[in-house]
């Protein structure tokens, strides 16, 4: 049986979401039909991408207009939630970009909604499909064991420009790239902290966070310490998951550019360490962009909830509004566990 392709709009053309509305182009799966952004030039580029995509100045606008599935939402960080809504009220599916909201309460109207009006809502938390794929396969292998301690730090060079540099747009490293350090902590450790401490400088000018240092404990005294800063010379990351039985590392520069060192007491071929750098075809978009689609596109079809769902989202900016609250306290923040409320 042949399955339609999805009709799928794309909500906000800047750089991601140009990049989004590639991986649609490049999929089996899904089909852009329509793209909205109050800039001309930037939803004109989507346009372009493919034949009959229709061209709207806002969410609204494209939901009253145009015929479609699903949306992928690639706004401003202070309208991502606010956009999710109005997509997932008129019945679509979403996946939102990370960080889904600018905090737990606004992710938490996000989740709630889509829950109730039986929609999939997907968090493009897109590391996960990239980079950090090889780092799963290891994991799932048995590499290190028990996961006791994970190390990570994330940085870009000055955020200084546009509404990545303003606080009341949800500017700054942490919201920006530091979430995909908390997702995949979580991701590893399979629960939430049970407590978070952490110091923040913030920059004097915009008021953003300039370099977060927060640690996050975990149950059975596990442990994840993170760094996040708009200070470096370049982007980079690095991500590092020790357990009982090795260890591995993924460190990188870009997106398609990186390398794992591993040791495992566990598999025969990396009893010692051994640095792995993966062959990569093609661009992010490739690599990264379009295994993401397609998962999306597979639980909407399958009925499923999406491998990254709002619940997973709303617990990142749980953490993160955690280690705000420490900063400002100067004390340890204890969290209590939480299920999926709906």
Same mark, same amino acid.
């Given at each position: 049986?042949?399955?339609?392709?999805?009709?799928?709009?794309?909500?906000?053309?800047?750089? #991601?979401?140009?990049?989004?509305?590639?991986?649609?182009?490049?999929?089996? &799966?899904? +089909?852009?039909?329509? /793209?909205?952004?109050?800039?001309?030039?930037?939803? %004109?580029?989507?346009?372009?991408?493919?034949?009959?995509?229709?061209?709207?100045?806002?969410?609204?606008?494209? @939901?009253?207009?145009?015929?479609?599935?699903?949306?992928?939402?690639?706004?401003?960080?202070?309208?991502?939630?606010?956009?999710?809504?109005?997509?997932?009220?008129?019945?679509?599916?979403?996946?939102?970009?990370?960080?889904?909201? @600018?905090?737990?309460?606004?992710?938490?109207?996000?989740?709630?909604?889509?829950?109730?009006?039986?929609?999939? /809502?997907?968090?493009?938390?897109?590391?996960?499909?990239?980079?950090?794929?090889?780092?799963? &396969?290891?994991?799932? +292998?048995?590499?290190?064991?028990?996961?006791?301690?994970?190390?990570?730090?994330?940085?870009?060079?000055? *955020?200084?420009?546009?509404?990545?540099? +303003?606080?009341?747009?949800?500017?700054?490293?942490?919201?920006?790239?530091? /979430?995909? @350090?908390?997702?995949?902590?979580?991701?590893?450790?399979?629960?939430?902290?049970?407590?978070?401490?952490?110091?923040? #400088?913030?920059?004097?000018?915009?008021?953003?966070?300039?370099?977060?240092?927060?640690?996050?404990?975990?149950?059975?005294? %596990?442990?994840?310490?993170?760094?996040?800063?708009?200070?470096?010379?370049?982007?980079?990351?690095?991500?590092?998951?020790?357990?009982?039985?090795?260890?591995?590392? @993924?460190?990188?520069?870009?997106?398609? +550019?990186?390398?794992?060192?591993?040791?495992?007491?566990?598999?025969?071929?990396?009893?010692?360490?051994?640095?792995?750098?993966?062959?990569? %075809?093609?661009?992010?978009?490739? *690599?990264?962009?379009?295994?993401?689609?397609?998962?999306?596109?597979?639980?909407?079809?399958? &009925?499923?909830?999406?491998?990254?769902?709002?619940?997973?989202?709303?617990?990142?900016? %749980?953490?993160?509004?955690?280690?705000? &609250?420490?900063?400002?306290?100067?004390?340890?923040?204890?969290?209590?566990?939480?299920?999926?409320?709906?």
């Amino acid at each position: 049986m042949t399955i339609e392709p999805l009709r799928t709009a794309v909500v906000g053309c800047g750089g #991601h979401g140009t990049a989004l509305a590639r991986a649609v182009v490049r999929s089996d &799966q899904l +089909q852009l039909v329509a /793209c909205a952004d109050p800039d001309e030039v930037a939803r %004109r580029t989507v346009a372009v991408l493919a034949d009959g995509v229709s061209s709207h100045k806002s969410v609204v606008e494209l @939901l009253g207009a145009a015929d479609v599935d699903a949306v992928l939402i690639a706004t401003t960080h202070e309208a991502l939630a606010p956009t999710a809504l109005a997509a997932i009220r008129a019945g679509k599916h979403v996946m939102i970009e990370k960080p889904m909201a @600018l905090n737990e309460e606004e992710a938490k109207e996000v989740e709630f909604a889509a829950a109730s009006a039986d929609v999939t /809502c997907m968090v493009g938390y897109s590391f996960r499909y990239g980079m950090a794929r090889y780092v799963s &396969q290891l994991l799932a +292998q048995g590499a290190v064991g028990d996961p006791r301690v994970i190390t990570g730090a994330i940085g870009t060079p000055a *955020m200084d420009d546009g509404w990545v540099a +303003q606080a009341s747009s949800g500017g700054g490293p942490m919201l920006y790239v530091g /979430c995909h @350090l908390i997702d995949l902590a979580l991701w590893v450790m399979g629960e939430e902290p049970s407590e978070v401490t952490a110091r923040v #400088h913030y920059a004097a000018d915009t008021e953003v966070d300039e370099t977060s240092a927060a640690t996050l404990g975990f149950s059975d005294r %596990r442990l994840a310490q993170l760094v996040v800063t708009q200070k470096a010379s370049g982007f980079f990351y690095e991500f590092r998951i020790i357990g009982s039985s090795g260890f591995i590392g @993924l460190r990188g520069r870009n997106f398609v +550019q990186f390398e794992i060192e591993v040791q495992s007491d566990v598999l025969e071929a990396y009893r010692e360490p051994t640095i792995i750098r993966p062959s990569m %075809r093609g661009d992010n978009v490739t *690599m990264m962009l379009v295994p993401e689609l397609a998962e999306f596109a597979s639980a909407i079809v399958d &009925q499923r909830p999406a491998a990254i769902t709002a619940t997973d989202g709303r617990r990142a900016l %749980r953490v993160i509004d955690a280690v705000g &609250q420490s900063a400002r306290s100067l004390r340890p923040v204890a969290l209590a566990p939480t299920l999926t409320a709906y």
